[in-house]
């Protein structure tokens, strides 16, 4: 069992829909989450950012964390076509600056 | 400063050769970190530095694979003996240690993108 489990899609929903992304992971001891956006051909670029469990709404991107299901998602409101990229769940054990683990990524597309 | 760039952004090698790859991170940033993603999948770390110092080193950095940060500046990354399950892209990323910033994390590069015939 890989330590991040992504569905990797591809997701096809119509413009202005809600999106709503999830991952689950096995080991407790990480308690900073994060997605990261990924268009093609480019480099990560991080979206949303929490610490241990709860709620963080930024614009249209909601994240949330759930550490006793050990499971995380990340909702889309008002989707656009410009949201169309590979969405990467993400976590670490001691903070920002430790490794990274990330998810395998769930492409999503928003149909105009 | 613009960001973590990249050199060269793709790279064409036949297998069994050397290819290093180049990684400037934004300024003052001192730690810095090398990822691996290939197709469908997401970053997998290699390893980080810390100024010059290498902090750790994933398993998947095998015996032909080193990075090196001489002055706590750039770094680069080398793979001898280029095998075909070595092509992907590889990503580098730095940061501030304990920059108190809400927002600061680990910044990504563009990527080189590897390519063993």
């Known amino acids: 069992q890989k330590e991040v489990e992504q569905d990797p899609g591809p997701l096809s929903v119509p413009e202005g829909a809600i999106v709503s992304l999830n991952c689950t992971y096995s080991n407790s001891a990480f308690q900073y989450f994060m997605w990261y956006r990924q268009y093609s051909r480019k480099g990560p670029e991080l979206l949303m950012y929490?610490?241990?469990?709860g709620n963080k709404e930024d614009g249209r991107f909601t994240a949330q964390v759930d550490k006793s299901s050990k499971y995380i998602s990340l909702f889309i409101r008002d989707s656009q076509p410009s949201d169309s990229a590979t969405y990467l769940c993400?976590?670490?054990?001691?903070?920002?600056?430790?490794?990274?683990?990330f998810g395998k990524g769930t492409r999503l597309h928003i149909l105009p | 400063d613009t960001g973590v760039s990249q050199d060269p952004r793709h790279k064409i090698t036949k297998r069994g050769q050397n290819v290093t790859f180049r990684c400037d991170p934004i300024?003052?940033?001192?730690?810095l970190y090398w990822y691996r993603q290939t197709l469908g999948q997401g970053p997998e770390f290699l390893t980080y530095?810390?100024?010059?110092?290498?902090?750790?080193k994933s398993r998947l950095l095998s015996d032909r694979f080193s990075a090196e940060r001489p002055k706590g500046s750039f770094s680069t990354l080398e793979i001898q003996r280029t095998e075909q399950g070595d092509s992907a892209m590889y990503l580098c990323a730095s940061s501030l240690t304990w920059s108190g910033r809400e927002t600061d994390t680990q910044y990504f590069g563009p990527g080189t993108r590897l390519t063993v015939l």
């Open positions: 530095f810390q100024n010059e110092a290498q902090l750790e």
């Open positions: 300024s003052e940033h001192n730690r």
């Open positions: 929490t610490y241990s469990s």
């Open positions: 993400a976590m670490t054990v001691t903070g920002r600056d430790d490794k990274i683990i």
